[in-house]
């Protein structure tokens, strides 16, 4: 059973160019968050989406991001007109439907993004 | 969100026993306690996950007391591959922590021969 997948595990971009990362939930699960972690830094969440909705954008900034995780394929995170500051590791996480025992999120490899 | 805190790092030699201990006054009476573990370079791996007294897997413990204002992961008979950061979570089903984890600084165990 194939964990989380992402890809490209590493992206080079510059300045004003746009980066777009990809996150294949594990098989059966049906809900996507995506963290970003600066060095030396625990992870922020950024965002949460089920199938073809955002339940949770709370965490991402309001411009330049976007996300979204289609009916098929994977969870994509676009980043329009990078800057440096948006240099940092991109995790993702998936889990099974809701249940009331908990939620147990898992993590991908994580992306890592450097923006020249 | 219920807020955590936990000691910034800890060491230990191989072999030994290692308690790390983690803080959450707030927690809210839906919130699970949740413990992942994380390499350099990798995400972040889950370990354990409870909601009160004790759990038991094949790689951890994590004992929770009643008032569950706190927890402790144990970590039985550590290697040097056990030095990671150590994160404590706390959220869960329903609520406004709902889908939403928050990390705080985590620990780092550092494992010596």
């Known amino acids: 059973n194939a964990g989380v997948m992402q890809n490209p595990r590493h992206l080079v971009r510059r300045r004003g160019q746009e980066a777009r990362l990809r996150c294949s939930p594990m098989k059966g699960h049906s809900h996507v968050y995506w963290y970003r972690q600066l060095p030396e830094e625990g992870l922020k969440f950024m965002v949460y989406?089920?199938?073809?909705?955002?339940?949770?954008e709370s965490g991402m900034p309001k411009e330049r991001f976007s996300a979204e995780f289609p009916k098929e394929g994977p969870s994509i995170l676009r980043i329009q007109q990078v800057v440096r500051g948006d240099s940092a590791a991109y995790f993702c996480?998936?889990?099974?439907?809701?249940?009331?025992?908990?939620?147990?999120?898992?993590f991908g490899p994580g992306t890592r993004l450097l923006v020249l | 969100l219920a807020k955590t805190t936990q000691p910034i790092s800890m060491d230990s030699y191989e072999g030994q026993e290692v308690n790390i201990t983690c803080s959450h006054n707030n927690i809210a009476t839906n919130d699970y306690i949740t413990w992942y573990q994380q390499f350099p370079s990798q995400g972040p791996r889950f370990i354990i996950q409870?909601?009160?007294t004790k759990v038991t897997n094949e790689v951890a413990s994590l004992f929770i007391p009643a008032d569950r204002k706190s927890s402790t992961l144990s970590l039985p008979r550590v290697s040097l591959s056990d030095t990671a950061v150590y994160y404590c979570l706390v959220g869960g089903a329903g609520g406004t922590s709902y889908g939403k984890l928050t990390f705080g600084q985590g620990t780092i165990l550092t494992v010596h021969p």
């Open positions: 989406l089920q199938k073809e909705n955002i339940i949770d």
């Open positions: 409870g909601y009160k």
């Open positions: 996480a998936s889990s099974r439907d809701r249940d009331f025992m908990g939620e147990t999120q898992y």
